[in-house]
């Protein structure tokens, strides 16, 4: 079967709950073998091993990122030193 979806790296499909390949049609589509009959077809992209680490790296670093400004924050309010908000000026 020939799908109306681009090929590219990554893609996973199933059919009738069974891994299947997916190959490139000559039009550059999406192409994977059927049995004879009805079908249940899942086709996904789940991306290449490489970009799925590099979200995960792009993730962790974000966060790490995040932790650093909330620690600089909180670093910056220790060294104010303590402050009643209660206080009212006379």
């Known amino acids: 079967?020939?799908?109306?979806?681009f090929f590219a790296r990554g893609c996973r499909a199933t059919v009738n709950g069974h891994a299947v390949p997916v190959t490139e049609s000559p039009e550059h589509l999406a192409m994977l073998p059927l049995e004879a009959g009805k079908n249940d077809v899942?086709?996904?992209?789940v991306g290449?091993?490489?970009?799925?680490?590099?979200?995960?790296?792009s993730a962790f670093a974000w966060i790490a990122l995040a932790g650093f400004a909330a620690w600089l924050v909180v670093q910056r309010w220790l060294a104010r030193g303590p402050t009643s908000v209660l206080s009212t000026s006379s």
């Not at 079967?1 to 979806?5: A, N």
């Not at 290449?48 to 790296?57: C, E, G, K």
């Open 48 to 57: 290449p091993t490489s970009v799925r680490v590099a979200l995960r790296v």
């Open 1 to 5: 079967m020939e799908t109306h979806r």
């Open 42 to 45: 899942s086709l996904d992209y």
